[in-house]
């Protein structure tokens, strides 16, 4: 089924454990996001990434890291998980420049303990 | 620091009743503009979108928003809201000197009565 898929949608961790969340987009678009959602904040850019092999940070890209082999995934890797990471997170795609319309995945929702 | 600030954190409305919902920025510039709605248990779609032309954009579902560059705000209206418009809104910005960023506000929840 076309679309933007993320996994797990369901993630408890311990604090200082290494996490990978995954996107995958069917649509081919040239840019992907991710973003966290916390009450109170809205959604916040924590990394995003232009193509393949492109990747630059957002508004809160500490303790994270990306990376872009290939269009159509965007794995988000929390290093070492602290509790302040604890969210939910979203993945996005568009098209070129970027600045339109931006599709979203389902969400994963990371408990970090 | 430059931000995007919706005022109703909760609204709650009975059906047929209006709603606005406020969205103000900061940005100095030109930018587009954008709502999100997350509906419970959905991913966020997209209700409407600025970028040029008539200040007044019309959406999906009956939503509508009024550009006014003078206030800096972007207010999302609906002359009749139904039960199935309970969800979270989002007001998105993206200042075109600001490379792809978008800035999103903290959110409306409404809940409409039935």
């Known amino acids: 089924d076309a679309g933007i898929t993320q996994s797990p949608r369901y993630k408890i961790t311990e604090t200082g454990r290494q996490v990978t969340l995954m996107c995958h987009q069917t649509?081919?678009?040239?840019?992907m996001f991710w973003y966290r959602q916390d009450l109170g904040h809205g959604l916040r850019l924590i990394y995003y990434?232009?193509?393949?092999?492109?990747?630059d940070k957002g508004e809160v890209p500490d303790g994270y890291v990306v990376s872009r082999s290939k269009t159509e995934n965007f794995p988000l890797t929390l290093e070492s998980a602290t509790r302040s990471q604890t969210s939910v997170y979203f993945c996005?795609?568009?098209?070129?420049?970027?600045?339109?319309?931006?599709?979203f995945g389902p969400g994963t929702r990371l408990t970090v303990l | 620091a430059q931000s995007v600030s919706q005022h109703n954190h909760h609204v709650i409305l009975s059906e047929a009743a209006s709603l606005e919902l406020g969205c103000n920025y900061s940005?100095?510039?030109?930018?587009?503009l954008f709502w999100y709605v997350q509906y419970p248990g959905q991913h966020l779609q997209l209700l409407l979108k600025?970028?040029?032309?008539?200040?007044l954009v019309k959406g999906i579902k009956g939503f509508e928003a009024e550009f006014i560059k003078s206030k800096f705000s972007f207010n999302l209206r609906k002359p009749s809201v139904q039960w199935s418009d309970t969800a979270e809104y989002f007001c998105?910005?993206?200042?075109?000197?600001?490379?792809?960023?978008?800035?999103f506000g903290g959110g409306t929840r409404l809940m409409v009565k039935p």
């Open positions: 996005a795609s568009s098209e070129p420049p970027g600045t339109d319309t931006q599709y």
């Open positions: 649509w081919s678009h040239s840019y």
């Open positions: 990434s232009a193509a393949a092999d492109i990747t």
């Open positions: 940005y100095g510039g030109t930018v587009n």
């Open positions: 600025y970028f040029s032309g008539d200040p």
């Open positions: 998105a910005v993206n200042p075109n000197n600001a490379g792809n960023m978008l800035t």
